[in-house]
Every structure is written in structure tokens, then in C-alpha cells.
């Protein structure tokens, strides 16, 4: 087969996950409703950490931050999902393709690189109750943010410039639901030699050292927790953890699942079920996990309903 240069491609066509046409409105009610689920969550999280003064805290900071970029993972895929299937058209143009795989790759570092500055935190507040307040002050917040932005942007960056090297063949199909980076490389005609070993180091490097530094953040906390001696102060420390632990399982657990499909041989349809763990469960639960054994934010959430209920009865 021929190969043909990438400039003149101009669109692909993301199967899905089904072609039959009956499953079709089952598919768009189920991710409408998650892609709704996730909107409404994590936006009630933004507002309830943003419209409290309590909570203006390092913590719910970086909560708020990872709830924004939970939205924004989510409308990277599911949109486009939803408007192939009421349009019953499977065209993505390949600008939007690298554009859509280059934000999807953005934001999914930024989620790791969140969990991670996450868990420094609560090894801070656990470890270093007396100077949490000066360690965490706002300027090394702003700080953490930003490397995190920087380092994902230029991880995607760097993935999307070498997929645009790349020629493909006249068989234009990505078996997923959206522009999924490995799936791209296994349609490209011409040589993926640098594409494949940029992923490794990239899986390397951005996926092993946030996960390391996770990991040795909570032998740290779980260390001190350990030396406590009051019962209930333990309970209180370990409480604080719990949300982001499942947070962090639940993140890489889906990665984990995502990668194994993909590794083995003619999976491409389990691996565009994995691939909706980690882009539609994961921050549709987040929330949830969040909240739900969260007495500041269900007091936030209570309170901003309150005060919005009471600007209506005075308009």
C-alpha cells in the first residue's frame, strides 16, 4: 500500500465503539449523562471551593484546579463523540485531530501532575502541621501550578510534533472514540521508531516519578501517623487522605487497565473501553470521591445554595 504524505490527509474516522445503528441512542444517553454527571460535579466543586473563604486553602486550591481540568479532559472527547453519533457522521478533520489529541494529552498530564502536587500537600499538613501555613504559602501554590502546566504543555507539544511527521496510508480508521495517540502511530505508514521511544520515556518519565513521589510522600505520612500517639488523631490524619488515595487508585488504576489493552495484540476494542475509564469515569467520580466524606465541601455546597436562594427571593 501506498503511503501517502500527512499533508494531504484531511480527515480520519473514529469508529467508536459500535457501528450497529440500534445501539447507537444507548451509546449518546449513556455519555450524554456521564459527560452531564461530570459538568455538574466538578463545577459544583469550583464554586463551592471559589464562593468559601474557608475554604481558600492550599488543598481545596489544587481541588478546585483539578476539577477545571477534569472538565476540560472530558470535553476534549465526549463532544465530538456525541456530535459523530447525532450527526451519524465518524469525520474528525485531521487538524482537529492533532488539535484534539494534543489538549488530551495536556490535560491528562495536568491531572497526574495535580495528584502529585496533591499529595505533597497532605505531606505537609500530616508531617509538618506547625509550618503548613509557610510551606504552602500562595507563592509556591502559584508556583506548582504553573511547573505542572509547563511540563504538561510541553509533554504534549512534543507528542503532537512528532505525530505530524508522520505519513499515513490510504486506510484512514482510529478504532476509538476519540484521537488516541497510539492508535494514530499503528495507522502511520511511514517509520514510528522516534514516536514509540518518546512514548516510553515520556511514560518514563511523566508517569514513574509523579507516582514515585506519591508514593513516597504517603511511606512519609503513613510513617508519622504511625508515631502518633493519640488514636483519634491518627483517624483525623489518615481521614484527610483517604480522598485523594482513591483519587490516585482510581487514576492509575484505569491507566494501568488502558495500557495492558493496548500492549496486547488485536484489542482495540477493549482498549477503547479502558480509554473510558481514566477520560469519562474517573473525573465524573472525582467529585463524588471528594464530597461525599467531606464535611467542608458539603458545608460550602449548602451554604452557596443557601445564599443563592436567598438572591432570588430578593429579586
Given at each position: 500500500?501506498?503511503?501517502?504524505?500527512?499533508?494531504?490527509?484531511?480527515?480520519?474516522?473514529?469508529?467508536?465503539?459500535?457501528?450497529?445503528?440500534?445501539?447507537?441512542?444507548?451509546?449518546?444517553?449513556?455519555?450524554?449523562?456521564?459527560?452531564?454527571?461530570?459538568?455538574?460535579?466538578?463545577?459544583?466543586?469550583?464554586?463551592?471551593?471559589?464562593?468559601?473563604?474557608?475554604?481558600?486553602?492550599?488543598?481545596?486550591?489544587?481541588?478546585?484546579?483539578?476539577?477545571?481540568?477534569?472538565?476540560?479532559?472530558?470535553?476534549t472527547t465526549i463532544p465530538k463523540m456525541l456530535v459523530n453519533i447525532q450527526t451519524q457522521s465518524q469525520?474528525?478533520?485531521?487538524?482537529?485531530?492533532?488539535?484534539?489529541?494534543?489538549?488530551?494529552?495536556?490535560?491528562?498530564?495536568?491531572?497526574?501532575?495535580?495528584?502529585?502536587?496533591?499529595?505533597?500537600?497532605?505531606?505537609?499538613?500530616?508531617?509538618?502541621?506547625?509550618?503548613?501555613?509557610?510551606?504552602?504559602?500562595?507563592?509556591?501554590?502559584?508556583?506548582?501550578?504553573?511547573?505542572?502546566?509547563?511540563?504538561?504543555?510541553?509533554?504534549?507539544?512534543?507528542?503532537?510534533?512528532?505525530?505530524?511527521?508522520?505519513?499515513?496510508?490510504?486506510?484512514?480508521?482510529?478504532?476509538?472514540?476519540?484521537?488516541?495517540?497510539?492508535?494514530?502511530?499503528?495507522?502511520?505508514?511511514?517509520?514510528?521508531?522516534?514516536?514509540?521511544?518518546?512514548?516510553?520515556?515520556?511514560?518514563?518519565?511523566?508517569?514513574?516519578?509523579?507516582?514515585?513521589?506519591?508514593?513516597?510522600s504517603y511511606c512519609k505520612i503513613v510513617s508519622c501517623i504511625r508515631g502518633m500517639s493519640s488514636t483519634?488523631?491518627?483517624?483525623?490524619?489518615?481521614?484527610?487522605?483517604?480522598?485523594?488515595?482513591?483519587?490516585?487508585?482510581?487514576?492509575?488504576?484505569?491507566?494501568?487497565?488502558?495500557?495492558?489493552?493496548?500492549?496486547?495484540?488485536h484489542s482495540t476494542h477493549s482498549s477503547a473501553i479502558a480509554s473510558v475509564m481514566y477520560t469519562v469515569?474517573?473525573?465524573?467520580?472525582?467529585?463524588?470521591?471528594?464530597?461525599?466524606?467531606?464535611?467542608?465541601?458539603?458545608?460550602?455546597?449548602?451554604?452557596?445554595?443557601?445564599?443563592?436562594?436567598?438572591?432570588?427571593?430578593?429579586?
Amino acid at each position: 500500500m501506498e503511503p501517502e504524505n500527512y499533508s494531504q490527509i484531511t480527515e480520519f474516522l473514529l469508529m467508536g465503539f459500535s457501528e450497529e445503528p440500534e445501539l447507537q441512542p444507548f451509546i449518546f444517553g449513556l455519555f450524554f449523562f456521564m459527560y452531564l454527571i461530570t459538568m455538574v460535579g466538578n463545577l459544583l466543586i469550583i464554586l463551592a471551593v471559589s464562593s468559601d473563604s474557608h475554604l481558600h486553602t492550599p488543598m481545596y486550591f489544587f481541588l478546585s484546579k483539578m476539577s477545571f481540568v477534569d472538565i476540560c479532559l472530558t470535553s476534549t472527547t465526549i463532544p465530538k463523540m456525541l456530535v459523530n453519533i447525532q450527526t451519524q457522521s465518524q469525520v474528525i478533520t485531521y487538524k482537529g485531530c492533532i488539535t484534539q489529541l494534543y489538549f488530551f494529552l495536556l490535560f491528562a498530564g495536568l491531572d497526574d501532575a495535580l495528584l502529585t502536587v496533591m499529595a505533597y500537600d497532605r505531606f505537609v499538613a500530616i508531617c509538618h502541621p506547625l509550618h503548613y501555613t509557610v510551606i504552602m504559602n500562595p507563592r509556591l501554590c502559584g508556583l506548582l501550578l504553573l511547573v505542572s502546566w509547563i511540563m504538561s504543555a510541553l509533554y504534549s507539544l512534543l507528542q503532537s510534533l512528532t505525530v505530524l511527521r508522520l505519513s499515513f496510508c490510504t486506510v484512514l480508521k482510529i478504532p476509538h472514540f476519540f484521537c488516541e495517540l497510539n492508535q494514530m502511530i499503528q495507522l502511520a505508514c511511514s517509520d514510528t521508531f522516534l514516536n514509540n521511544i518518546i512514548i516510553y520515556f515520556a511514560a518514563g518519565t511523566l508517569a514513574g516519578i509523579p507516582l514515585t513521589g506519591i508514593l513516597y510522600s504517603y511511606c512519609k505520612i503513613v510513617s508519622c501517623i504511625r508515631g502518633m500517639s493519640s488514636t483519634h488523631g491518627k483517624y483525623k490524619a489518615f481521614s484527610t487522605c483517604v480522598s485523594h488515595l482513591c483519587a490516585v487508585s482510581l487514576f492509575y488504576c484505569t491507566s494501568l487497565g488502558v495500557y495492558l489493552s493496548s500492549a496486547s495484540p488485536h484489542s482495540t476494542h477493549s482498549s477503547a473501553i479502558a480509554s473510558v475509564m481514566y477520560t469519562v469515569v474517573t473525573p465524573m467520580l472525582n467529585p463524588f470521591i471528594y464530597s461525599l466524606r467531606n464535611k467542608d465541601i458539603k458545608g460550602a455546597l449548602k451554604r452557596f445554595c443557601e445564599m443563592t436562594a436567598y438572591n432570588k427571593q430578593l429579586f
